[in-house]
């Protein structure tokens, strides 16, 4: 019992540090939120999903942390690729909503693309579903990627 408690803790620390980063983020850009103002590209969703699809996609990427954490599998690779990602998450929206900087948040974008890339390869690595359970954020994020180059195009 005193094992499952253990791994319970550390799902709910793995989950709990992604969401609160992202509602501290949230917190950060929601004074500067100009997304209804924006000319739209085709496939733009309602204003109204992002915070749904945020939540989901950072209870993913806790989850999947967890599972390397109460395996024993997180190193310092691991540990590295994670929260330079989450710290790139992070300031991509400050950079695009609060900024304006809609060419240098389109840049940034890219690198977490690649970060998530290769944290999906290092979790891969350590427990396949550890990985697999990053392809939703990774789909996401290459289409918001798609969506700040038609925000920066067309605005």
Same mark, same amino acid.
């Given at each position: @019992? ?11 620390? +793995? *989950? =709990? ?5 992202g509602?501290?983020?949230g917190?950060? *850009? ?9 000319? $739209?590209?085709? =496939? &733009?969703?309602p &204003? ?12 993913? @990427?806790?989850? +999947? ?14 540990? /590295?690729?994670?929260?330079m990602? /989450? ?7 400050? /950079?695009?909503?609060?900024? $304006? ?5 389109l840049?940034?974008i ?6 998530? *890339?290769?944290?999906?390869? $290092?979790?891969?690595? $350590? ?18 990627t798609?969506?700040?180059? &038609? ?5």
């Amino acid at each position: @019992m005193i094992l499952n408690m253990n791994k319970v803790k550390i799902y709910l620390k +793995s *989950i =709990l540090i992604p969401v609160i980063v992202g509602v501290i983020v949230g917190l950060i *850009i929601s004074k500067f939120m100009d997304y209804n103002t924006l000319q $739209k590209p085709p =496939l &733009a969703p309602p &204003a109204i999903l992002f915070p749904i699809i945020w939540t989901i996609l950072y209870i993913l @990427m806790g989850v +999947s942390y967890g599972i390397l954490a109460s395996n024993n599998l997180v190193d310092e690779d691991i540990n /590295l690729i994670y929260y330079m990602q /989450l710290a790139i998450n992070a300031i991509w929206p400050i /950079l695009f909503f609060v900024f $304006k900087w809609r060419f240098a948040s389109l840049i940034w974008i890219m690198l977490l693309v690649v970060a998530v *890339i290769v944290m999906i390869i $290092k979790f891969y690595s $350590k427990n396949k579903l550890a990985g697999l359970l990053q392809i939703p954020y990774l789909l996401w994020t290459i289409f918001a990627t798609y969506l700040n180059f &038609a925000f920066y195009i067309l605005n």
